[in-house]
Each structure stands twice: as structure tokens, then as C-alpha cells.
């Protein structure tokens, strides 16, 4: 087992994941490591996840290195177009994306049991610190959440699960809000999409906008559990 040698050292796992690494995976892809070392990166493919830990875009969809261009924040939100210095990171996150790496597609990748839409479900609750960063960022939602029925909140684990799932709607909405990604998309040089994995079965549906349901990408009854979600509508 690796040891950390003082207090400031990386923890043990990752230590020992490196070493994991560099024994197994490095030799098998040491080609494609010093391809993209001499020639960049040049991914075709953003994607807007989130930050939990159990929904990996890499691991999901079994890229390889610079496959993907990945921007990763709470509840895999894409906030609006406009000068707020707060929503800078994202924005230039995508400029970068569309602008310089010229990726032709972008998918906002939502998921089942969030922790952000529940720390919206729950804003009564007292913030986790007097700065509030993740309800304000969370606050985001407020449009979304005026959309739900009586009907939609009387279920309390059902509004979670369609607040994740109409959250995806507003976010491609936001990214259509930026001018470079409007006019490349209006030229048919960017597609934007989004897509919805439940943890619990690992079943990946992706947004149909056409019909305004999620439609899963494999047979979700050959699922145990089977997943929540039934090409949900989230108008």
C-alpha cells in the first residue's frame, strides 16, 4: 500500500491509482498520450455535467483521452448569456469549446438523485454557510419550478426527478442564448442535445425535443431496478 509521507502528500487512493495507472492503462493508450501531447487536443464533443462524483462523463460514455471537453459544475447547469462576472467560468468554458476547439456537439448531461436539485427542493432548510453559494447558484431553477403542477409537487421524489429533467430543457434553452453557439447551430456547424443517467440502473435516456420526452438509449425493462423514469415529459 502507498503511504502518504507527510500531512500535504496526495491521500493514499490516488497515490495508489496513479500507480494503477501508470502500471495498466498508461502502456495500453502511450500512443494516444503522446499524440495529444504533440498535437493538442481536438475533441468533438462538449459535455456539461455535474460534480458528483458518481456521474463520471468520461466513465459513461468510455472516452478516451481528449474525447471529450468536459466543463463539470452543481447540478449540471448552463446559466444564461450576459455579462454577470458570477457566470463567467461557464461561459468561458463554452466560448473556448465552440470558438477554439470547434466541437460539434454539445450535450448538457443531467442525472438521477442530485444533490443540487435537492438542495433546491429543500431552500427552507438552513444554507450550508452564511455565503449561501449553492442555493444562489441553485436559484437558477426558480423559473423552472414555476412550471410544475399541483399535481407534479404533491409527489415529493416525483418533483425531484422532473425538476433534473426539465432543468435540461432550460439549460439547452440558455445555451441557444449565447450568439456563437446560436449562429454556429443555426448554421449546422454545432447540435446541441441532452441526456438523463439514472445511478441506481445505469440507464442513459437521451432529451427528444421534438416530443418533449426523455427516450432511453437501451431497453430500460432489461433493467433491474428498473429506472424511475419512463420517457418523461417535462412540459
Avoid at 68 to 91: C, H, Q, T
Amino acid at each position: 500500500m502507498v503511504e502518504t509521507r507527510n500531512a500535504t502528500g496526495l491521500p493514499a487512493h490516488l497515490a495508489e491509482g496513479y500507480l494503477a495507472f501508470i502500471d495498466r492503462r498508461l502502456p495500453e493508450e502511450q500512443a494516444r498520450w503522446n499524440q495529444l501531447a504533440e498535437v493538442g487536443q481536438s475533441p468533438t464533443t462538449m459535455v456539461v455535467g455535474c460534480c458528483d462524483s458518481r456521474v463520471s462523463p468520461d466513465v459513461i460514455f468510455n472516452a478516451r483521452p481528449g474525447e471529450l471537453f468536459v466543463l463539470r459544475n452543481i447540478a449540471n447547469l448552463v446559466p444564461p448569456y450576459g455579462p454577470d462576472a458570477a457566470m463567467s467560468e461557464a461561459a468561458a468554458a463554452l466560448e473556448y469549446a465552440v470558438q477554439a476547439l470547434r466541437v460539434r456537439h454539445i450535450v448538457v448531461l443531467g442525472h438521477a438523485r442530485c444533490g443540487g436539485v435537492n438542495a433546491f427542493a429543500d431552500r427552507q432548510r438552513k444554507p450550508l454557510s452564511p455565503g449561501d453559494f449553492v442555493g444562489s447558484w441553485m436559484a437558477q431553477l426558480e423559473t423552472v419550478a414555476d412550471r410544475a403542477t399541483d399535481a407534479v409537487r404533491a409527489d415529493d421524489l416525483g418533483y425531484r426527478t422532473w425538476l433534473e429533467i426539465a432543468s435540461l430543457r432550460r439549460s439547452l434553452a440558455n445555451l441557444r442564448g449565447y450568439p456563437c453557439i446560436q449562429i454556429l447551430e443555426g448554421r449546422g456547424q454545432l447540435s446541441l442535445h441532452a441526456a438523463y443517467f439514472d445511478i441506481s440502473t445505469g440507464l442513459l435516456a437521451e432529451f427528444d425535443e421534438r416530443t418533449d420526452r426523455l427516450q432511453p438509449l437501451s431497453d430500460p425493462t432489461a433493467l433491474t431496478p428498473r429506472p424511475r423514469f419512463r420517457a418523461v415529459p417535462v412540459g
